[in-house]
């Protein structure tokens, strides 16, 4: 069983910079493909990106690509999300999520994670 738990979000201005972070413990941590979804008010949860277990391969949403780094350091059983440049439309609730690596691909649907983290909000201000 891998526990997640979120952390980093809070309020900042359009053009600013955030890192956040998910903790992981329970479980062979590099044996989990880790992703980051998110939920904006009103709208349905959303893939952002995912990472593979070694980290050798990520995967990311078009409206942030080039602008969202993920990254994992399987020593701090970590994974973490860097969000430059950020827009008032990244406002939302993020979710840390896991699932135990089949060997291929980096899934982007949220029915393939079985751990989730509790969240973490992001707010950005125009």
């Known amino acids: 069983q891998l526990q997640l738990v979120e952390s980093g979000g809070g309020s900042v201005q359009?053009?600013?910079s955030l890192r956040i972070s998910c903790a992981a413990s329970g479980g062979d941590f590099m044996s989990y493909?880790?992703?980051w979804f998110r939920r904006a008010p009103g709208k349905e949860r959303e893939f952002v990106a995912a990472i593979s277990g070694k980290g050798r391969t990520t995967d990311y949403t078009a409206s942030v690509k080039g602008r969202f780094t993920l990254s994992r350091d399987n020593v701090r059983n970590?994974?973490?999300?860097q969000m430059n440049s950020l827009k008032p439309e990244?406002?939302?609730?993020?979710?840390?999520?896991?699932?135990y690596s089949r060997?291929?691909?980096?899934?982007?649907?949220s029915?393939?994670?079985?751990y989730w983290g509790q969240g973490t909000q992001v707010t950005v201000s125009s």
């Open 33 to 35: 493909t880790m992703g």
């Open 103 to 109: 060997g291929y691909g980096l899934s982007t649907t």
């Open 90 to 99: 990244d406002t939302a609730v993020y979710y840390c999520a896991g699932y």
């Open 14 to 16: 359009a053009g600013d």
């Open 78 to 81: 970590t994974v973490y999300l």
């Open 111 to 114: 029915d393939d994670y079985n």
